[in-house]
């Protein structure tokens, strides 16, 4: 079955900088994966997406890279800010159980 | 346009209880998941109703049920509460399957 992993439980980084969050994949199937942002007590909050037939897409500030030849996501943030501080999951879409699978999340810290 | 709507957003439950919790997915969205948040665990999908119907169901006991109305609206219940049922519970809506899941603040649910 699916299964989605992140790398890295906790991420610092300095106010300004570049941050680069990283997941890795099981699944080959999968075609479609988001990532979320989740600050606390709140709800995940969608970031980004991006289907299989793309490697690279652009949001504002964000960037998700796709490899497929490896199964590895990368969710870039430039010039990181206070208000990132959260923490971000990958989610992967499970066709055969029509659900998201989600990584177990990395914590980024922005210091000031 | 209003997103996830989710009531109660806090429950103290005592063991052997049971609880209903609702979700109000956003306007034309048909298809509503439910996910299980614990810190041991993660992110995990209960089940996922479009149309009324149940399509899919993860690794909960019977005690986890739900249904959809006609409106799209979704409750999930839990019988017979157990101390490990504590969590906080998700809802996502979306507009077709394999596509963005836009989630609510959830429901946190404390069983002493």
């Known amino acids: 079955g699916e299964s989605v992993g992140l790398h890295l439980p906790t991420l610092s980084v300095q106010e300004g900088d570049n941050s680069i969050i990283n997941c890795a994949y099981s699944?080959?199937?999968?075609?479609?994966f988001i990532w979320y942002k989740q600050e606390s007590g709140k709800g995940p909050q969608f970031i980004i997406d991006?289907?299989?037939?793309?490697d690279k897409r652009q949001g504002q500030r964000v960037t998700v890279l796709l490899n497929k030849t490896v199964k590895h996501l990368s969710l870039q943030i430039a010039a990181t800010q206070p208000g990132d501080s959260a923490v971000y999951f990958c989610a992967g879409w499970d066709t055969g159980r029509r659900a998201l699978t989600f990584g177990s999340g990395t914590r980024l810290q922005v210091q000031p | 346009k209003a997103g996830v709507t989710q009531t109660p957003r806090y429950l103290i439950k005592t063991r052997g209880q049971q609880v209903t919790l609702s979700c109000s997915p956003i306007s034309g969205h048909r298809s509503v998941s439910w996910y299980q948040q614990t810190p041991g665990q993660g992110l995990q999908f209960l089940f996922e109703y479009f149309s009324e119907t149940q399509r899919n169901k993860g690794n909960f006991p019977g005690r986890f049920s739900g249904r959809q109305f006609s409106n799209s609206r979704s409750e999930m219940n839990v019988s017979t509460l157990e101390l490990g049922d504590s969590a906080l519970y998700l809802c996502?809506?979306?507009?077709?399957?394999?596509?963005?899941?836009?989630f609510g603040q959830g429901t946190r649910l404390t069983v002493v």
């Open positions: 991006i289907r299989s037939n793309m």
């Open positions: 699944n080959s199937a999968s075609d479609y």
């Open positions: 996502a809506s979306s507009g077709t399957e394999g596509t963005e899941a836009f």
